[in-house]
């Protein structure tokens, strides 16, 4: 896990050099900050949710219980995605006062202000993706198959570059916050294709 936590750190560094490349002035300080404020109803979730469902995941393998586990995963992507897509929509809707609330001081003026508003929905397309990941790494943890991370840590980076260097040809910044969105999707699908296959050898072991 730790493993391809650190393969996924290079994203950052690979999203600020793609921002300078658009000629956006202060476009890297830009993107970074909406998806910080994109992200922010995750860090509750991982604070309240997500280690009590890793619990009760843990529990239920060392019971070799594991429809159990399938059908508490389903149930935790289901109440995720509905709490992250409820937290988009109120995100979108109060954007432009939310963020000039928090940035509109120092050195950030009004018009960088409403760039952010505008690359923020961006981001948002990814945020119940980006739930659903979390949902399902705890699931492969707990199933002690921590091993897929570093190679799911690979997928995540390749496909960012991938995604970022397409993208941001044909939408610019706005381009690059889609990439993130759309590398949450591409992580979150292919980590629930390895969790079923998961289940099948746990119960054919």
């Known amino acids: 896990e730790v493993g391809g936590g650190s393969v996924t750190r290079i994203n950052p560094v690979v ?3 793609m921002a300078g490349v658009t000629g956006v002035y202060g476009g890297g ?3 970074k900050n909406a998806g910080d404020v994109a992200l922010l109803p995750t860090s509750l979730l ?3 949710l997500l280690p009590v469902l890793m619990s009760h995941l843990a529990e239920d393998f060392a019971n070799r219980q594991y429809a159990l586990i399938r059908k508490t995963v389903i149930k935790a992507l289901l ?3 509905a709490i992250l897509l409820a937290a988009s929509a109120l995100l979108y809707a109060v954007r432009y006062p939310l963020l000039r609330l928090i ?3 120092g050195k950030m003026d009004a018009a960088g202000v409403d760039r952010m508003a505008h690359l923020l929905p961006y981001h948002l397309i990814g945020l119940a993706p980006f739930g659903a990941l ?3 790494a705890r699931a492969h943890v707990a199933t002690k198959n921590g091993a897929i991370m570093i190679s799911m840590g690979i997928f995540n980076a390749t496909s960012n570059l991938a995604f970022n260097v397409i993208l941001s040809a044909f939408l610019g910044l706005e381009g690059l916050a889609l990439s993130t969105s759309c590398v949450h ?3 979150a699908i ?3 294709f390895r969790f079923e296959r998961r289940l099948k050898q746990l119960r054919t072991a």
């Open 79 to 81: 109440s995720v995605g």
């Open 185 to 187: 999707t591409a992580v």
């Open 46 to 48: 991982q604070a309240s």
């Open 190 to 192: 292919v980590f629930w």
């Open 15 to 17: 999203d600020q050099l």
């Open 29 to 31: 300080t830009m993107l």
């Open 103 to 105: 940035f509109l001081h």
């Open 134 to 136: 979390l949902v399902l």
